[in-house]
């Protein structure tokens, strides 16, 4: 076991402790094989020495150095193979390999770490927060840039599984996605950006011990963890901010059928900011990683919220909302339950996570009328 500084790093260590940045937040666990997304993001967080074991893995030693798939190479041979090794590739694969996913990794991290201190201030000092500052942040993040990209980017991003600061971002971005399927104003786009940003500012009040538990929180801790929607509006309330963001952080978890939280509201009497943020904000807990599970795909959430029925959420907002999701994976290769791999030939409007599905072979098979597989991953 050994003690290195970040630039000693090499692809193939393998942690012997978990890789913490300097605010505390694990990237990753001991055990932990290290590769160069993960050397990308201990350089981004600025993470000064790792602990690691005295041998890098023999079968990682060869690919310490990567060759992007843009550079040329000498040999005939060699740019055949590289060929045909990106041909291989994954859609998932390619673009988290991709100069533009690199920049935009990079571009994501720098929002993270520059939203902190905006968010912190606000909390401990009750420093009015600058919103055009924090949309001048995160606008590298969607200038430019269609659903289509976005979804993509933010998918190869599922990692990360930092419960406030990253979780807020993507919230923000999606629930931005979803205002713009509804075709609202730019206005309002940045102010439901900014609820997404802001919805969950009252978890930086809750204890660690409870807001990082790996396991299944107490009634007790369940009831300090609910809490977080009050406590974000307490923070917010007295602020210059638009009331549609105030009433996101209160009403987030607020469900139209009056099963919610904190007040058990029905949907006449939810702000609709707070119903968009709410779908934006289960949409991103099912993706994300969790220390008891890996990231749902797309259509396992889509089968979660059919499943749950639609009555919890605005019936306009959930229905775009799926559709537009399920619209963004058409044609993508996918796998199913029983491991086989098929690529989705055709939605089905009234079973929007059991589509049409074509093998290989050209075989087709109708996944509404076969009720034991779904579909497990996109790639």
Not at 246 to 263: N, T, V
Not at 343 to 359: C, E, H, T
């Amino acid at each position: 076991m050994k003690t290195l500084s970040s630039k000693e790093l090499a692809v193939g260590m393998v942690t012997t402790q978990p890789i913490k940045t300097p605010l505390g937040q694990i990237l990753a666990p001991a055990g932990t094989i290290i590769d160069q997304k993960l050397l990308r993001h201990i350089a981004i967080y600025r993470v000064d020495y790792v602990t690691v074991e005295d041998e890098i893995l023999p079968s990682m030693e060869a690919s310490n150095t990567e060759v992007p798939v843009t550079e040329s190479v000498d040999k005939p041979a060699e740019e055949f193979d590289l060929k045909a090794s990106v041909k291989k590739m994954t859609s998932a694969q390619k673009a988290a390999s991709s100069v533009e996913f690199h920049k935009f990794e990079v571009e994501y991290f720098s929002a993270i770490q520059k939203m902190k201190p905006i968010l912190l201030a606000a909390v401990e000092n009750g420093t009015q927060i600058p919103c055009e500052e924090l949309l001048d942040i995160i606008y590298p993040l969607f200038e430019e840039k269609s659903v289509q990209q976005l979804f993509d980017l933010l998918r190869n991003l599922r990692s990360i599984t930092d419960l406030v600061y990253a979780h807020s971002l993507n919230v923000a971005l999606t629930a931005r996605m979803l205002g713009r399927w509804l075709k609202m104003e730019m206005h309002d786009l940045n102010q439901l950006t900014l609820a997404g940003l802001l919805h969950d500012i009252g978890k930086l009040t809750i204890p660690e011990d409870i807001l990082d538990k790996p396991g299944a929180l107490s009634d007790e801790e369940f009831a300090i963890m609910k809490s977080h929607t009050k406590r974000g509006y307490d923070i917010l309330k007295n602020m210059n901010l638009d009331s549609r963001i105030k009433k996101a952080a209160l009403m987030h978890h607020e469900r139209c059928d009056g099963s919610g939280y904190p007040s058990g509201l029905t949907e006449e009497n939810i702000d609709d900011f707070a119903m968009i943020i709410g779908i934006a904000d289960v949409y991103d807990a099912m993706t994300a990683a969790r220390s008891y599970r890996s990231p749902l795909c797309p259509f396992q959430v889509i089968a979660n919220f059919e499943k749950d029925g639609y009555q919890k959420y605005h019936t306009k907002y959930i229905l775009t909302f799926l559709k537009k999701i399920a619209v963004t994976y058409q044609s993508n290769r996918v796998i199913l339950s029983d491991g086989r791999g098929c690529n989705i030939a055709m939605l089905n409007s009234q079973d929007l996570s059991r589509p049409l599905v074509r093998f290989d072979d050209n075989s087709c098979l109708d996944l509404s009328q076969e009720r034991d597989l779904f579909i497990k991953t996109v790639i």
